[in-house]
Protein backbone atom coordinates (compact mmCIF):
# COMPACT_ATOMS: atom_id res chain seq x y z
CA UNK A 1 0.00 0.00 0.00
CA UNK A 2 1.43 3.36 -1.16
CA UNK A 3 0.50 6.95 -0.10
CA UNK A 4 -2.06 8.90 -1.85
CA UNK A 5 -0.45 11.04 -4.47
CA UNK A 6 -0.05 14.94 -3.55
CA UNK A 7 -0.21 16.50 -7.45
CA UNK A 8 -2.91 14.60 -9.40
CA UNK A 9 -1.44 16.05 -12.38
CA UNK A 10 2.06 13.85 -12.03
CA UNK A 11 -0.49 11.25 -12.81
CA UNK A 12 -1.60 10.33 -16.36
CA UNK A 13 -5.09 8.96 -17.04
CA UNK A 14 -5.11 4.83 -17.93
CA UNK A 15 -8.52 4.08 -17.55
CA UNK A 16 -12.30 4.55 -17.49
CA UNK A 17 -15.37 4.89 -15.29
CA UNK A 18 -16.78 1.54 -15.91
CA UNK A 19 -13.93 0.19 -15.01
CA UNK A 20 -12.96 1.95 -12.12
CA UNK A 21 -16.50 1.55 -10.68
CA UNK A 22 -15.80 -2.04 -11.12
CA UNK A 23 -12.90 -2.11 -9.52
CA UNK A 24 -14.06 0.04 -6.74
CA UNK A 25 -16.68 -1.89 -6.10
CA UNK A 26 -15.29 -5.35 -6.00
CA UNK A 27 -11.79 -4.06 -4.40
CA UNK A 28 -13.72 -2.08 -1.87
CA UNK A 29 -10.41 -0.01 -2.14
CA UNK A 30 -9.38 3.67 -3.67
CA UNK A 31 -5.37 3.07 -4.12
CA UNK A 32 -3.07 0.04 -5.24
CA UNK A 33 0.44 -0.53 -6.31
CA UNK A 34 0.54 -3.56 -8.15
CA UNK A 35 2.99 -5.26 -10.78
CA UNK A 36 2.13 -4.24 -14.93
CA UNK A 37 2.01 -7.64 -17.05
CA UNK A 38 4.17 -6.26 -19.77
CA UNK A 39 7.00 -4.91 -17.63
CA UNK A 40 9.08 -5.03 -14.49
CA UNK A 41 8.04 -1.43 -13.92
CA UNK A 42 5.48 -0.74 -10.99
CA UNK A 43 1.70 0.06 -12.31
CA UNK A 44 -0.32 2.38 -9.81
CA UNK A 45 -3.78 2.79 -10.30
CA UNK A 46 -5.86 5.18 -8.07
CA UNK A 47 -9.69 5.53 -7.85
CA UNK A 48 -10.75 8.83 -6.89
CA UNK A 49 -13.34 11.70 -7.99
CA UNK A 50 -13.10 14.29 -10.26
CA UNK A 51 -15.48 16.33 -12.02
CA UNK A 52 -15.48 13.87 -15.04
CA UNK A 53 -16.42 10.96 -12.40
CA UNK A 54 -13.92 7.81 -11.55
CA UNK A 55 -10.95 7.41 -13.18
CA UNK A 56 -7.49 5.40 -13.00
CA UNK A 57 -4.14 7.10 -12.66
CA UNK A 58 -0.73 5.68 -13.56
CA UNK A 59 2.59 7.74 -12.82
CA UNK A 60 3.93 9.47 -15.24
CA UNK A 61 7.73 9.14 -16.27
CA UNK A 62 7.31 5.84 -17.53
CA UNK A 63 8.58 5.90 -21.59
CA UNK A 64 5.22 6.91 -23.39
CA UNK A 65 2.39 6.02 -20.62
CA UNK A 66 2.67 9.96 -20.09
CA UNK A 67 1.96 10.84 -24.16
CA UNK A 68 0.10 8.35 -25.05
CA UNK A 69 -2.55 5.89 -24.17
CA UNK A 70 -1.50 2.37 -23.82
CA UNK A 71 -3.34 -0.94 -22.67
CA UNK A 72 -2.52 -1.78 -18.96
CA UNK A 73 -3.77 -4.90 -17.21
CA UNK A 74 -4.35 -5.61 -13.45
CA UNK A 75 -4.16 -8.27 -11.20
CA UNK A 76 -5.54 -6.46 -7.58
CA UNK A 77 -5.63 -8.81 -4.39
CA UNK A 78 -7.89 -7.67 -1.85
CA UNK A 79 -9.31 -8.79 1.31
CA UNK A 80 -13.05 -10.06 -0.55
CA UNK A 81 -10.66 -12.16 -3.55
CA UNK A 82 -8.72 -11.22 -6.46
CA UNK A 83 -9.68 -8.46 -9.52
CA UNK A 84 -8.34 -8.58 -12.72
CA UNK A 85 -8.58 -6.02 -15.36
CA UNK A 86 -7.61 -6.99 -18.81
CA UNK A 87 -8.13 -4.58 -21.88
CA UNK A 88 -11.49 -4.92 -24.42
CA UNK A 89 -9.93 -4.78 -27.77
CA UNK A 90 -8.99 -8.55 -29.05
CA UNK A 91 -5.60 -6.98 -30.39
CA UNK A 92 -4.87 -5.27 -26.50
CA UNK A 93 -5.87 -8.23 -24.82
CA UNK A 94 -4.19 -11.06 -27.16
CA UNK A 95 -0.93 -9.11 -26.59
CA UNK A 96 -1.70 -9.20 -22.57
CA UNK A 97 -3.47 -12.44 -22.43
CA UNK A 98 0.17 -14.94 -22.38
CA UNK A 99 1.69 -12.57 -19.79
CA UNK A 100 -1.62 -12.64 -17.81
CA UNK A 101 -2.12 -16.26 -17.35
CA UNK A 102 1.64 -16.55 -15.70
CA UNK A 103 0.78 -14.63 -13.11
CA UNK A 104 -0.16 -16.88 -10.09
CA UNK A 105 -3.35 -15.07 -8.77
CA UNK A 106 -5.07 -15.03 -12.57
CA UNK A 107 -4.36 -18.81 -12.00
CA UNK A 108 -5.39 -19.70 -9.37
CA UNK A 109 -8.96 -17.69 -10.18
CA UNK A 110 -9.31 -19.51 -13.56
CA UNK A 111 -8.88 -23.02 -11.69
CA UNK A 112 -12.20 -22.24 -9.74
CA UNK A 113 -14.20 -20.52 -12.30
CA UNK A 114 -17.19 -22.40 -13.09
CA UNK A 115 -18.03 -21.56 -16.88
CA UNK A 116 -21.95 -19.91 -16.90
CA UNK A 117 -24.40 -20.57 -19.25
CA UNK A 118 -23.91 -17.70 -22.02
CA UNK A 119 -26.37 -16.17 -24.82
CA UNK A 120 -25.68 -14.69 -27.96
CA UNK A 121 -28.14 -11.91 -29.95
CA UNK A 122 -26.64 -10.72 -32.75
CA UNK A 123 -28.16 -7.47 -34.70
CA UNK A 124 -26.72 -5.63 -38.02
CA UNK A 125 -27.53 -2.45 -39.25
CA UNK A 126 -28.40 -0.83 -35.76
CA UNK A 127 -26.13 1.33 -33.34
CA UNK A 128 -24.33 -0.05 -30.51
CA UNK A 129 -26.33 3.23 -28.62
CA UNK A 130 -29.52 1.99 -29.72
CA UNK A 131 -29.04 -1.58 -28.75
CA UNK A 132 -27.72 -0.28 -25.41
CA UNK A 133 -30.49 1.32 -25.37
CA UNK A 134 -33.06 -1.39 -25.89
CA UNK A 135 -30.99 -3.57 -23.25
CA UNK A 136 -31.69 -0.91 -20.32
CA UNK A 137 -35.61 -0.61 -21.04
CA UNK A 138 -35.55 -4.34 -21.45
CA UNK A 139 -34.40 -3.95 -17.12
CA UNK A 140 -30.67 -4.09 -17.71
CA UNK A 141 -28.03 -6.84 -16.19
CA UNK A 142 -28.67 -7.88 -12.61
CA UNK A 143 -30.54 -10.35 -10.42
CA UNK A 144 -27.56 -12.97 -11.78
CA UNK A 145 -27.66 -11.98 -15.37
CA UNK A 146 -24.36 -10.46 -16.75
CA UNK A 147 -24.91 -8.50 -20.46
CA UNK A 148 -21.70 -7.13 -22.36
CA UNK A 149 -22.50 -5.56 -25.69
CA UNK A 150 -19.55 -5.61 -28.20
CA UNK A 151 -19.40 -4.37 -32.04
CA UNK A 152 -17.86 -7.88 -33.99
CA UNK A 153 -17.18 -7.34 -37.88
CA UNK A 154 -19.66 -4.17 -38.14
CA UNK A 155 -22.75 -6.33 -35.82
CA UNK A 156 -23.06 -5.98 -32.27
CA UNK A 157 -23.48 -8.65 -30.57
CA UNK A 158 -25.15 -8.52 -27.17
CA UNK A 159 -23.90 -11.80 -24.66
CA UNK A 160 -25.29 -13.06 -21.74
CA UNK A 161 -23.93 -14.28 -18.64
CA UNK A 162 -26.61 -16.45 -17.00
CA UNK A 163 -25.51 -17.52 -13.67
CA UNK A 164 -27.49 -20.71 -11.88
CA UNK A 165 -31.16 -20.61 -11.17
CA UNK A 166 -31.15 -16.91 -13.22
CA UNK A 167 -32.88 -18.50 -16.87
CA UNK A 168 -36.16 -16.96 -16.22
CA UNK A 169 -34.46 -13.55 -16.09
CA UNK A 170 -32.51 -14.20 -18.82
CA UNK A 171 -35.22 -15.12 -20.74
CA UNK A 172 -37.19 -11.31 -19.75
CA UNK A 173 -34.12 -9.76 -20.74
CA UNK A 174 -33.62 -11.51 -24.28
CA UNK A 175 -37.70 -11.56 -24.72
CA UNK A 176 -37.43 -7.43 -23.97
CA UNK A 177 -34.41 -7.09 -27.05
CA UNK A 178 -36.31 -9.57 -29.56
CA UNK A 179 -39.29 -6.67 -28.84
CA UNK A 180 -37.75 -3.81 -29.17
CA UNK A 181 -34.75 -4.54 -31.52
CA UNK A 182 -36.00 -7.42 -33.30
CA UNK A 183 -36.12 -5.69 -36.88
CA UNK A 184 -32.12 -5.52 -36.14
CA UNK A 185 -32.03 -9.34 -34.98
CA UNK A 186 -30.86 -11.80 -37.12
CA UNK A 187 -29.64 -15.13 -35.72
CA UNK A 188 -28.98 -16.01 -32.02
CA UNK A 189 -26.02 -18.46 -32.55
CA UNK A 190 -22.07 -18.03 -33.60
CA UNK A 191 -21.83 -18.93 -36.73
CA UNK A 192 -20.35 -16.19 -38.84
CA UNK A 193 -23.02 -14.22 -41.36
CA UNK A 194 -20.37 -16.49 -44.63
CA UNK A 195 -21.95 -19.49 -42.86
CA UNK A 196 -25.30 -18.10 -42.43
CA UNK A 197 -25.44 -17.40 -46.17
CA UNK A 198 -24.69 -21.22 -47.63
CA UNK A 199 -26.94 -22.54 -44.80
CA UNK A 200 -29.74 -20.45 -46.13
CA UNK A 201 -28.89 -21.67 -49.93
CA UNK A 202 -28.79 -24.97 -49.24
CA UNK A 203 -32.21 -24.92 -47.40
CA UNK A 204 -33.87 -23.51 -50.65
CA UNK A 205 -31.37 -25.48 -53.02
CA UNK A 206 -30.03 -22.40 -54.84
CA UNK A 207 -26.76 -21.83 -55.59
CA UNK A 208 -24.49 -18.70 -55.31
CA UNK A 209 -22.45 -16.91 -57.18
CA UNK A 210 -20.42 -13.20 -56.71
CA UNK A 211 -19.52 -9.91 -58.72
CA UNK A 212 -16.92 -7.86 -57.50
CA UNK A 213 -15.44 -4.90 -58.69
CA UNK A 214 -13.73 -2.87 -55.44
CA UNK A 215 -13.44 -6.04 -52.92
CA UNK A 216 -11.61 -7.88 -55.46
CA UNK A 217 -13.09 -11.27 -54.59
CA UNK A 218 -13.27 -10.87 -50.96
CA UNK A 219 -17.06 -11.96 -50.81
CA UNK A 220 -16.30 -15.26 -52.72
CA UNK A 221 -13.35 -15.62 -50.26
CA UNK A 222 -15.47 -15.55 -47.20
CA UNK A 223 -18.03 -17.92 -48.70
CA UNK A 224 -15.65 -20.35 -49.98
CA UNK A 225 -14.28 -20.44 -46.50
CA UNK A 226 -17.06 -22.25 -45.55
CA UNK A 227 -16.67 -25.97 -45.54
CA UNK A 228 -19.20 -27.64 -47.77
CA UNK A 229 -19.71 -24.50 -49.75
CA UNK A 230 -19.31 -25.84 -52.79
CA UNK A 231 -22.78 -27.20 -52.26
CA UNK A 232 -23.91 -23.84 -53.75
CA UNK A 233 -21.29 -21.74 -54.03
CA UNK A 234 -20.33 -21.97 -58.02
CA UNK A 235 -18.51 -18.94 -58.70
CA UNK A 236 -17.11 -15.17 -58.90
CA UNK A 237 -16.65 -12.75 -61.26
CA UNK A 238 -13.71 -10.29 -60.23
CA UNK A 239 -14.74 -7.23 -63.19
CA UNK A 240 -12.94 -4.88 -61.84
CA UNK A 241 -11.87 -2.74 -65.16
CA UNK A 242 -15.17 -1.30 -67.00
CA UNK A 243 -14.10 -3.54 -70.30
CA UNK A 244 -14.57 -6.57 -67.94
CA UNK A 245 -18.13 -5.59 -66.52
CA UNK A 246 -19.12 -5.50 -69.87
CA UNK A 247 -17.69 -8.77 -71.83
CA UNK A 248 -17.71 -10.63 -68.84
CA UNK A 249 -21.14 -9.93 -67.37
CA UNK A 250 -22.53 -8.22 -70.36
CA UNK A 251 -22.82 -4.90 -68.67
CA UNK A 252 -23.85 -2.55 -71.24
CA UNK A 253 -21.44 -0.32 -72.70
CA UNK A 254 -24.19 2.74 -72.62
CA UNK A 255 -24.99 2.08 -69.41
CA UNK A 256 -21.40 2.56 -68.09
CA UNK A 257 -20.58 5.76 -70.08
CA UNK A 258 -24.06 7.27 -68.89
CA UNK A 259 -24.06 5.85 -65.04
CA UNK A 260 -20.21 4.92 -64.40
CA UNK A 261 -18.56 1.82 -63.06
CA UNK A 262 -19.64 2.83 -59.42
CA UNK A 263 -23.69 3.34 -59.94
CA UNK A 264 -27.05 1.41 -58.73
CA UNK A 265 -27.43 0.40 -62.22
CA UNK A 266 -23.93 -1.47 -62.83
CA UNK A 267 -24.28 -3.33 -59.50
CA UNK A 268 -28.01 -4.38 -60.78
CA UNK A 269 -26.33 -5.55 -64.23
CA UNK A 270 -23.46 -7.04 -62.57
CA UNK A 271 -25.33 -8.95 -60.55
CA UNK A 272 -27.89 -10.37 -63.54
CA UNK A 273 -24.81 -10.78 -65.65
CA UNK A 274 -23.44 -13.04 -63.13
CA UNK A 275 -26.50 -15.22 -62.60
CA UNK A 276 -27.17 -15.47 -65.67
CA UNK A 277 -22.98 -16.19 -66.64
CA UNK A 278 -22.71 -18.54 -64.15
CA UNK A 279 -26.23 -19.93 -64.09
CA UNK A 280 -26.32 -18.94 -60.41
CA UNK A 281 -29.79 -19.09 -58.72
CA UNK A 282 -28.63 -15.85 -56.64
CA UNK A 283 -25.81 -13.65 -57.29
CA UNK A 284 -24.52 -10.64 -55.13
CA UNK A 285 -22.51 -7.71 -56.80
CA UNK A 286 -19.96 -5.01 -55.17
CA UNK A 287 -18.95 -1.68 -57.04
CA UNK A 288 -17.61 1.22 -55.59
CA UNK A 289 -14.75 3.79 -54.73
CA UNK A 290 -11.99 2.05 -51.97
CA UNK A 291 -9.59 4.76 -52.40
CA UNK A 292 -7.64 6.50 -51.85
CA UNK A 293 -7.70 7.96 -55.81
CA UNK A 294 -10.56 7.51 -58.26
CA UNK A 295 -12.76 9.67 -56.32
CA UNK A 296 -14.80 12.70 -57.63
CA UNK A 297 -17.42 15.48 -55.55
CA UNK A 298 -20.25 13.33 -56.76
CA UNK A 299 -18.92 9.81 -55.99
CA UNK A 300 -16.56 10.13 -52.96
CA UNK A 301 -14.12 7.57 -51.63
CA UNK A 302 -16.51 4.99 -49.65
CA UNK A 303 -19.27 4.99 -52.15
CA UNK A 304 -20.10 1.78 -52.38
CA UNK A 305 -23.37 0.32 -54.10
CA UNK A 306 -24.35 -3.77 -53.98
CA UNK A 307 -27.36 -5.57 -55.03
CA UNK A 308 -28.66 -8.93 -54.97
CA UNK A 309 -30.37 -10.85 -57.33
CA UNK A 310 -32.57 -14.25 -56.65
CA UNK A 311 -35.54 -15.96 -58.50
CA UNK A 312 -38.00 -14.27 -56.17
CA UNK A 313 -36.55 -10.42 -56.71
CA UNK A 314 -33.81 -8.41 -55.64
CA UNK A 315 -32.08 -6.32 -52.97
CA UNK A 316 -30.26 -2.98 -53.02
CA UNK A 317 -28.24 -1.10 -50.96
CA UNK A 318 -25.86 2.28 -51.85
CA UNK A 319 -23.11 2.63 -48.38
CA UNK A 320 -21.39 5.58 -47.68
CA UNK A 321 -18.28 4.43 -45.77
CA UNK A 322 -15.38 5.89 -43.81
CA UNK A 323 -11.94 4.56 -43.14
CA UNK A 324 -9.33 3.75 -45.50
CA UNK A 325 -9.29 1.20 -48.31
CA UNK A 326 -8.94 -1.83 -46.21
CA UNK A 327 -11.43 -1.05 -44.49
CA UNK A 328 -13.59 0.16 -47.04
CA UNK A 329 -13.17 -3.42 -48.53
CA UNK A 330 -13.70 -5.00 -45.46
CA UNK A 331 -17.17 -3.50 -44.59
CA UNK A 332 -18.16 -3.45 -48.26
CA UNK A 333 -17.51 -7.46 -47.61
CA UNK A 334 -19.80 -7.73 -44.62
CA UNK A 335 -22.41 -5.78 -45.97
CA UNK A 336 -22.53 -7.43 -49.15
CA UNK A 337 -22.71 -10.80 -47.32
CA UNK A 338 -25.53 -9.72 -45.14
CA UNK A 339 -27.55 -8.40 -48.43
CA UNK A 340 -27.17 -11.66 -49.71
CA UNK A 341 -28.23 -13.09 -46.14
CA UNK A 342 -31.37 -11.01 -46.25
CA UNK A 343 -32.29 -11.63 -49.51
CA UNK A 344 -32.32 -15.63 -49.19
CA UNK A 345 -33.96 -15.16 -45.55
CA UNK A 346 -37.12 -13.01 -46.97
CA UNK A 347 -37.40 -15.56 -49.86
CA UNK A 348 -37.51 -18.44 -47.37
CA UNK A 349 -40.41 -16.29 -45.38
CA UNK A 350 -42.49 -16.10 -48.63
CA UNK A 351 -41.88 -19.44 -49.12
CA UNK A 352 -43.85 -20.81 -46.08
Given at each position: MVDRPARLEDYALLGDCHTAALVSREGSIDWWCVPRFDSGACFAAMLGHAEHGRFLLAPVGEGEVERHYRPQSLVLE?????????????????????????????????????????????????????????????????????????????????????????????????????????????????????????????????TLATAESCTGG????????????????????????????????????????????VSAEAAAAMAEGARTRLEADVAVAVTGIAGPGGSTPEKPVGLVYLHAAGPDGSLARQLDLPGDREAIRARSTVAALHLVRMLLARSRDDSV
Open positions: TERGTVVVLPGPPSELRRLWPSALESEPVRQVLSRAREPERRVLRFYGSSESEIARALEESGGEGDGVTATICAREFEIHVDLFVDEGARARADELAAGLRERAGRHLFVEDERPVEQLVVDLARERGWLVAGRLTSVPGSSDVFLGAVVAYADEVKARELDVPTEMLEAYGA
